[in-house]
C-alpha cells in the first residue's frame, strides 16, 4: 500500500505540526480497512488517524503514527436505494464521502436545487471534520451540521466495516445485509451518538448518507441607528 513518510502535517493557523511515520491517501473503503489491518499487525501499539481540512483549532488530528488523509475521498456515492427503506424520501439523501469538503457539497447541492439545512461561518471543512466537531452555526432553530448524517459507513479495529445509523435508520436490514454480508449493520442510538462527534477516535469515517432540503434563499436586514428598519 502506497505512502509517503515525511509529509509534515501542521492545522490551518500551523498551531499543531507534526511528522507521522505514514501518510496514507486511501480512495476507497477497502484500503481504508487495510490501513487499519496493518497497523495492528505491528506489536507497537500503531495508531491511525485521519484528517480532515486540518482546520480545528485544537489538537485533534496530530498522530506520530499512521494518517490518512482525505485527498482521495471527495467524490459523491451511488444512494443504493436497493438497500434503503422505500418510505425513505430519496431526492434528499446523498451519500458523499468523508473528505468532501463543504464548499464542494454546496456546488454539489446547488446545481440540483438542493441545500443544507443549515451552515457554519466557513466552507473549507470536511463532512467527516464538521461533524467530529459538532461544527454548528447560529441558527435557533437547526442543530450542528452533523444533524443531516442518517448514515455511517465506518472502518474500525480488526479492519470491520460497520454502517452505524439511529434506531429505525434508513437501510433495509435485510436487504442491506443480503447485498453486503460483510459489513456489520448497526442501528443502535448510543452508537449513533457516539460517531457521530467522535473527535475522530472511533473508526475512520469512509462515507456518509446525508438529508439534505430544497434550496432557500436567505433573508438579511439592517437596522438604521434609530433602530428601525
Ligand atoms: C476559518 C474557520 C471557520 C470556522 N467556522 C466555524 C463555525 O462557523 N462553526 C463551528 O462550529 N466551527 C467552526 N470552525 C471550526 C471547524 O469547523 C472545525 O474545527 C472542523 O472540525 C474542521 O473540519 P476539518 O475538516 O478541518 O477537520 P479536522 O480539523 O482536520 O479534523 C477534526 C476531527 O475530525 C476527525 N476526522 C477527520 N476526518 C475523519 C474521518 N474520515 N474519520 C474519522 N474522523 C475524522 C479528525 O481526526 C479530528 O479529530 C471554523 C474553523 C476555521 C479555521
Request: proline share 5%; aromatic share 8%.
Amino acid at each position: 500500500m502506497h505512502y509517503n513518510s515525511d509529509i509534515e502535517w501542521s492545522n490551518h493557523i500551523g498551531e499543531y505540526g507534526h511528522t507521522p511515520d505514514r501518510t496514507f491517501y486511501p480512495a476507497t473503503w477497502d484500503e481504508i480497512t487495510n490501513i487499519i489491518t496493518l497497523a495492528e499487525s505491528f506489536e507497537n501499539n500503531i495508531k491511525v488517524r485521519a484528517s480532515g481540512s486540518g482546520h480545528s483549532w485544537s489538537p485533534v488530528c496530530p498522530t506520530p503514527n499512521f494518517m490518512i488523509m482525505p485527498d482521495k475521498l471527495r467524490k459523491e456515492l451511488p444512494l443504493e436505494p436497493d438497500t434503503l427503506n422505500q418510505n425513505n424520501n430519496l431526492t434528499n439523501l446523498v451519500r458523499i464521502q468523508s473528505g468532501m469538503r463543504i464548499r464542494e457539497l454546496n456546488q454539489l447541492l446547488d446545481n440540483r436545487n438542493k441545500a443544507l439545512k443549515v451552515l457554519g461561518g466557513f466552507d473549507g471543512q470536511t463532512i467527516a471534520g464538521v461533524c467530529q466537531t459538532s461544527t454548528h452555526g447560529s441558527v435557533i432553530n437547526a442543530g450542528p451540521l452533523y444533524e443531516c448524517i442518517l448514515s455511517y459507513d465506518v472502518a474500525g479495529s480488526g479492519g470491520k466495516k460497520y454502517r452505524i445509523e439511529p434506531k429505525n435508520g434508513i437501510t433495509d436490514v435485510i436487504r442491506f445485509q443480503e447485498k453486503y454480508p460483510e459489513v456489520i449493520l448497526v442501528q443502535d442510538d448510543d452508537w449513533y451518538n457516539a460517531i457521530s462527534v467522535g473527535i475522530g477516535t472511533l473508526g475512520i469515517i469512509y462515507s456518509v448518507i446525508i438529508e439534505v432540503t430544497d434550496a432557500f434563499y436567505l433573508k438579511e436586514e439592517h437596522k438604521n441607528q434609530t433602530g428601525l428598519m
